[in-house]
């Protein structure tokens, strides 16, 4: 496995684990699961904060209303599948950025320890 093959796995790993996270701790401090009906309440302070929630935990949502929907409403695979590869994209991409946030981080932690 090349080191771009591994960078990418670590990305699509990081993604999910962050928007696990990020799903996880809305749900604590709201005692509610995020959803994307949260959009739809309006133009307002409630809509705009919640977009930033539901950007990171998206690969979250779409799994599980993926498994949700195919176990529930006995979707077609083809749809599953296609949810699926929406959710890994989204996570990959998710955790890159993730993953330039700890590099930048880490740099400036060191960068102040001098």
Known sequence: MTAESLQMLYALVLGFAVAGLCSSGYRVFTSRLPSFNQLTAGPGAEALAAVPVLVV????????NTILGRRQEGRRFEFVFLATLIAGFWSMMSGQVDHAGLRFSVRLATFHAD
């Open 57 to 64: 935990s998206a690969p979250f949502l779409i799994m599980r």
